[in-house]
């Protein structure tokens, strides 16, 4: 439950990121400075800084800071900001993370990674997902799945890929699919069973969600 644990302590911290974004240019200011710091102190060789990284889930929290504090700043404006609007922020991150790439090394590799999932969320033209598609109930059961069975099908689904396809980034991409379509296979057939020998029990891993 690491990722529950990383959430809970971005979340408490989020009413400091709340006043920064009172000014939209200001805030955007803050979100570019602290993705930088984040990066370069998780890199960094001091003792003390390594201590703090390597303690509990800090590493994981500072891993994940830069998805959270973009998203929750696109969150926040996500009223105002639209299409090229939004667009122009991300380019100004991703030539100042350019630049500062020189110094430290990974920095804008890692700002895409983290980046491109907000893109696809706020800046990219997609419809409104309706609030009832069924894929919703087994939402807890991917979570809970996808992590025991990660590395095992990871190797496997590369193996299988790799003979066929000999460009990385085609294995990469593909394999990312068909390891999301098995985990979803998986949660349904999960669900389905629970539901018709156990209906109490899907309903307290579901959170509810078992109602139709």
Not at 5 to 10: A, I, S
Not at 32 to 57: E, H, P, Q
Not at 60 to 69: D, E, P
């Amino acid at each position: 439950m690491w990722y529950v644990y990383v959430v809970f302590w971005l979340a408490v911290i989020s009413p400091v990121f709340l006043a920064l974004f009172s000014n939209r240019n200001i805030g955007w200011t803050m979100v570019i400075g602290l993705c930088i710091a984040v990066y370069i102190v998780g890199i960094s060789d001091n003792l003390f800084l390594s201590k703090i990284v390597a303690y509990g889930y800090v590493g994981n929290i500072l891993g994940y800071f830069q998805s959270y504090l973009i998203g929750s700043y696109y969150g926040y404006y996500s009223e105002q900001i639209e299409g090229a609007e939004g667009l122009k922020y991300i380019v100004v991150l991703f030539m100042v993370t350019l630049i500062i790439d020189v110094a430290y090394s990974g920095l804008f590799l890692r700002t895409i990674i983290r980046v491109l999932p907000i893109m696809m969320l706020y800046l990219l033209p997609i419809k409104m997902i309706p609030g009832n598609l069924k894929i919703f109930k087994f939402s807890f059961l991917i979570y809970a799945i996808h992590q025991p069975l990660m590395y095992d099908l990871k190797g496997k689904v590369y193996s299988l890929l790799q003979p066929v396809f000999h460009y990385a980034c085609i294995v990469n991409v593909l394999s990312k699919v068909m390891i999301l379509g098995i985990y979803l296979c998986i949660a349904c057939i999960i669900y389905y069973v629970l539901n018709r020998i156990s209906p109490s029990v899907l309903k307290i891993l579901t959170g509810g969600r078992t109602k139709n």
